[in-house]
């Protein structure tokens, strides 16, 4: 019968009736590789089968390599399955070897060709073996990297054969890679308590440079792998789920992850232990004095402030923000803090060094998202829902190169609850129109100045960190003459991915255009610091989606994350479309921080160039005029003394500021007064400002 089966496969392809015959080899095996030794009724499966197609030897069904005897490792399973290949060729016999050892399943032409490469070849770690129904003695081999083998044996016995040998193979092979990551964490571990033993001073001690590296990319390394595995398991259960056949808990095997001992310290922003390669770089957490608590007192929240916007005044503090280069002392404590965090670890209460910051905070970094009110203003032009929606979007993807200063990597101050920001825009009324296929002039970095008030729309901002924990930032900005306001919140999450560091903004904003009784629901993309051993920069990833349900116009944008190998940086795709009549009506393509091209569905296109587009001061009150709990205000300490270069004193300001809002929520917690805000006001899951102008119209 065997030999019929190999006459059917070697002339190609073959009739799905052909008969298979399967063979388990005992040659060279060994009882620690058998599947009775693992726990496999490997003997009573076999000897069931003694009389059909099959042939096996009882009692060993899985091979060793080849040991000191010299023998030839034999596969544990061999013989002819018949294999769907695609709708023109259907099934067709093939040869197919189960090496246990390698944790593979090949086929080939033949038996003939065994010898030959192989025709293709399938991991069977953490792989999935079920049985269909789609056709008689069926069976599914799903890898865990997303290929798929469909099987028919002879009969129901040598389909149970196949299955069994298979799923013994794949769950031999996941423990031992659960095995083998454990051993890989106590080596790590190993490695990390060697190199901290060390002593402070001599020729080698715990702050070697080299030795950092090692301890931080060994700990990113394992917890990369680890991420990997329990992604594994998790494609494990799900293909076990989608195929109705619940995979047993004990193949699910799990692995934690390194645990770090600092870990917890991390979590609750006690990381003052961590040695410095430089004085002048501190960051621990230490009581306030009393004379400190008593400067700090917060101000009473008296509700809403009146801000006089003819105290407002152009905006000309200095904005660049210098690189950060790979200063030596910098790049120890980097290193250091690295080696102590967890793969996907939630970095919000992780008090980080301060040569990080850039000299503006988060609330302010929203305003300067705003830095092309003219775009905006033009969306309420628009003579048509179509080109609202391409207005909107627009002025969307314009939006984050100067919000973001192109792609550079530093972070702005995490906002302390109750502090604002307010600020103002006069936009010239002439450059407000829609600007659908007309192209943006002039091109040059010359900012728009409006002489005369009344030849201008203006344009309120105000942000409010409404909660700590989790940390929550909303903006409302309102154009009264244009009858148009935005209303966001935001949450920020960031986690620790490796040698990056990943923000997700969570929340979404609503752009209302009262004239027009339309309302535009959008959200943000994740932004992610790359390259934070070296030279850190930022990119933006991720899809978010803008939606008007009243037009039946959406958008959807794809911010492209740059591929391990090759690609460009900062692209972004996005295609407007009209729902109810599923029509695209323009496509966009370009870079976030560079040139962006707009076709339109009649042929029409416009190429923008975020870089040369004219930007619009935003007016802001002097800092003697604002109130101790805005930004600018709040944080000018700190900013001096960065601008100054003095990182130790601006680590000890921003210290002073954090534990005051900590012992703040303290006084909060034991009085169980809930903190309230003074400009937005929490409906269901969301936040709105007290007084929108929606609801003032």
């Excluded at 929550?472 to 960031?494: A, D």
């Amino acid at each position: 019968m065997e030999r019929a089966a190999q006459g059917a496969d070697g002339g190609g392809g073959s009739n799905s009736s052909s008969r298979s015959s399967s063979r388990a080899t005992s040659a060279g095996s060994s009882p620690s590789c058998s599947l009775a030794g693992r726990g496999i009724a490997g003997r009573s499966a076999v000897a069931g089968l003694g009389g059909g197609g099959s042939r096996s030897s009882p009692g060993s069904v899985a091979a060793s390599p080849s040991g000191g005897d010299g023998r030839r490792r034999e596969p544990a399973l061999e013989g002819v399955l018949s294999k769907y290949t695609n709708l023109l060729q259907g099934w067709q016999n093939r040869y197919f070897v189960l090496d246990f050892e390698a944790g593979l399943l090949q086929y080939f032409v033949n038996e003939q060709s065994k010898h030959q490469k192989p025709r293709g070849a399938l991991s069977l770690s953490g792989a999935i073996v079920s049985l269909s129904d789609e056709a008689p003695h069926m069976l599914v081999v799903y890898s865990a990297n997303g290929e798929m083998y469909k099987l028919r044996a002879a009969d129901a016995k040598e389909k149970q054969l196949w299955v069994t040998q298979l799923r013994a193979c794949a769950k031999y092979h996941m423990e031992t890679n659960s095995k083998m990551m454990n051993q890989v964490e106590g080596q790590q571990k190993n490695l990390v308590h060697a190199i901290e033993s060390l002593p402070g001073s001599g020729p080698l001690t715990a702050l070697d440079q080299d030795l950092l590296l090692l301890k931080a990319t060994s700990a990113a390394t394992l917890s990369c792998l680890g991420e990997c595995f329990n992604l594994l398991q998790q494609s494990v259960h799900q293909v076990g789920q989608a195929s109705h056949k619940p995979v047993a808990s004990e193949n699910i095997l799990g692995w934690p992850g390194p645990k770090s001992h600092s870990t917890e310290q991390l979590k609750n922003g006690t990381f003052g232990s961590l040695p410095s390669a430089s004085a002048n770089i501190t960051w621990a957490i230490v009581p306030n004095t009393a004379e400190d608590e008593q400067a700090l007192q917060p101000e009473p929240n008296s509700g809403p402030e009146l801000v006089l916007s003819e105290d407002e005044k152009s905006d000309t503090e200095d904005k660049e923000e210098a690189e950060l280069g790979v200063m030596e002392d910098q790049r120890s404590v980097i290193l250091h803090l690295i080696s102590q965090l967890k793969l996907g670890m939630d970095l919000t209460k992780v008090v980080l060094p301060t040569f990080i910051l850039e000299k503006r905070s988060l609330l302010e970094m929203y305003a300067d998202f705003m830095a092309h009110p003219d775009l905006l203003l033009a969306v309420t032009a628009g003579a048509t829902p179509e080109e609202r929606v391409i207005c909107f979007v627009e002025y969307y993807l314009t939006a984050f190169h100067e919000g973001r200063k192109g792609a550079l990597a530093k972070k702005p101050y995490n906002p302390i609850i109750g502090e604002t920001f307010h600020c103002s825009w006069e936009v010239p009324r002439d450059r407000v129109k829609p600007k659908r296929t007309a192209p943006h002039s002039p091109p040059s970095q010359e900012h728009l100045i409006a002489e005369e008030p009344a030849e201008s729309y203006k344009l309120r901002f105000v942000a409010e960190q409404v909660s700590h924990h989790p940390p929550i930032s909303c903006f409302y900005c309102e154009c009264k003459e244009k009858r148009l306001c935005i209303n966001t919140h935001v949450w920020t999450k960031s986690k620790f991915m490796g040698m990056s560091v990943g923000v997700s903004m969570i929340g979404e904003g609503v752009l209302r255009l009262l004239e027009h009784g339309e309302e535009y629901v959008f959200t943000l993309p994740s932004a992610y610091a790359r390259s934070i051993l070296t030279i850190p920069w930022v990119e933006l990833g991720g899809k978010v989606s803008i939606n008007c349900a009243k037009t039946g116009y959406s958008a959807t944008v794809i911010f492209h994350t740059k591929p391990f190998y090759g690609g460009k940086v900062h692209r972004v795709t996005a295609e407007v479309k009209h729902n109810p009549t599923n029509t695209i009506v323009c496509k966009v393509h370009g870079e976030w921080n560079g040139t962006l091209e707009f076709t339109y569905n009649n042929g029409e296109t416009k190429v923008v160039d975020t870089t040369t587009l004219p930007v619009c001061p935003k007016k802001i009150r002097p800092l003697e005029k604002q109130g101790p709990m805005e930004s600018r205000n709040l944080w000018r300490e700190v900013t001096r003394y960065l601008r100054l270069g003095d990182i130790d004193a601006a680590t000890e300001q921003k210290r002073r500021l954090e534990d005051k809002q900590r012992m703040e929520e303290r006084k909060r917690e034991n009085l169980r007064t809930p903190w309230q805000p003074k400009y937005f006001i929490q409906e269901g899951d969301g936040w709105v400002y007290f007084n929108p102008l929606w609801k003032a119209h």
